[in-house]
């Protein structure tokens, strides 16, 4: 059997405005012991949508990042705006993470909305897992909403839980892997239960739809099933890590983040099956041997740190006070949220703020040096949008760019008048 994934993984939670994104980030810190309480995105109080604009807005405006630890491991998770005016950010964001969580509704009228964005996961070759959120509102049953799903997805899907039902309210769920059956608890972890007989049926014809699904890429499980053979459970976990993390198949939980529903085991599937560090880093091309390399995915402008460069170390060892692109790092800081906490230095797989790199950009690539000549692919820049009259927002055109790669500025010959982009 083939040993777990470990170490630091960087996850991006991404997913169409309003999908709960920002609410499962607060779910996920308050299960890994990160926070002492779960905020709520209505009232400001949420890990994720705490600048002021996202506050006053009650949207998420900007990428955030909040680094916590779950049964040793570290993860860093992105949360990306849904709104499709702040998708250059969440592009940027991507470019960093080891795997993604694509968060839905549980509407299959809203499901084409995902298109857009799993196109660019497989863009990006980017392994997700699909997280079926707000399950205890759903509007349909779960095996309607997956054909839905299906339709914008180049990935098949892998529907690793169907859920348990007390009339038309879901009151848990059973894993298809490990057939075992839990009860979801508002605020708490689920507990586990003996499977109901009236789910007998539907767990067996659902289990052997996902173990034809991922017979697809192994022969010894067709054969398996050919002979009516049950797998065991360690080759069927087994088997869904690998075909998780080489991209064949798109796992799908349920949920509901709003009462940390589901939310623990989700955090389980990513600590054994989302890719290392190491592998990210071969997918990507980037060798292994040299000199500290790492990227800068946003760019922040605080009231109190003044600038930050959120960036992931691709390879060797980044410490405070190190000059990079001809600019010392003056203060090295894990994120949570707007929250940072001190750090002496970050390794491969860390997603770090550096303090006051003034003249780097978001996209950069950072090396030890006067001038930064080492190369990696960036995000594409879409200048599709419309352009507008520049208005006095209080805000530098350097400033601007820092904040959106996108962001451009022209001057009419004829009235020599400013006007952005981006």
Not at 81 to 106: H, K, R, T, Y
Not at 165 to 179: I, K, P
Not at 346 to 375: F, S
Request: proline share 4%; net charge negative; with cysteine.
């Amino acid at each position: 059997m083939n040993q777990r994934p470990s170490g630091t993984r960087s996850v991006a939670l991404v997913g169409s405005y309003l999908s709960g994104k920002t609410t499962l980030l607060e779910s996920l810190l308050l299960a890994t012991g990160k926070i002492a309480r779960r905020g709520a995105v209505g009232d400001g109080s949420a890990v994720g949508d705490s600048s002021a604009e996202a506050r006053a807005r009650g949207m998420s405006v900007e990428v955030n990042v909040a680094t916590t630890e779950f049964m040793g491991d570290t993860f860093n998770f992105v949360d990306c705006p849904g709104s499709i005016e702040f998708w250059q950010d969440s592009s940027d964001a991507l470019m960093g993470v080891d795997a993604a969580v694509v968060v839905c509704e549980a509407d299959p009228t809203k499901a084409a909305a995902l298109a857009p964005l799993l196109k660019r996961l497989d863009e990006l070759e980017l392994p997700r897992i699909l997280f079926v959120n707000k399950i205890d509102r759903g509007t349909g049953r779960v095996r309607d909403l997956l054909p839905a799903l299906q339709a914008v997805s180049d990935k098949p899907l892998a529907l690793r839980h169907v859920p348990i039902r007390d009339g038309e309210t879901v009151t848990g769920y059973v894993d298809l892997a490990s057939e075992r059956a839990y009860v979801y608890h508002d605020g708490e972890a689920s507990e586990r239960i003996d499977l109901p007989e009236s789910m007998n049926d539907r767990e067996s014809e659902a289990r052997y739809e996902l173990l034809e699904k991922l017979a697809d890429f192994d022969d010894k499980l067709m054969e398996q099933l050919l002979e009516d053979v049950e797998p065991p459970n360690d080759e069927v976990y087994e088997q869904l890590a690998k075909d998780f993390a080489e991209g064949h198949v798109v796992p799908v939980l349920l949920g509901a983040a709003e009462h940390d529903a589901g939310v623990r085991r989700l955090l389980k599937e990513l600590r054994h099956e989302v890719p290392t560090a190491d592998a990210t880093r071969e997918r990507r091309g980037i060798d292994p041997d040299g000199e500290v390399l790492a990227q800068v995915l946003k760019t922040y402008h605080t009231t109190r740190g003044g600038k930050l460069s959120v960036a992931r170390v691709w390879r060797g060892k980044l410490s405070d006070g190190m000059t990079l692109n001809g600019e010392r790092v003056s203060g090295l800081f894990t994120m949570v949220g707007q929250q940072t906490e001190k750090r002496r230095d970050a390794g491969p797989g860390d997603i770090v703020a550096l303090g006051r790199l003034e003249h780097i950009n978001t996209g950069d690539v950072l090396e030890p040096g006067k001038d930064g000549t080492a190369k990696l692919p960036v995000a594409d820049i879409d200048q599709s949008f419309q352009v507008a009259p520049v208005v006095d927002t209080g805000l530098g055109r350097i400033r601007v760019h820092h904040w959106w790669a996108s962001f451009w500025v022209r001057v009419w010959q004829t009235t020599e008048a400013r006007i952005m982009g981006a």
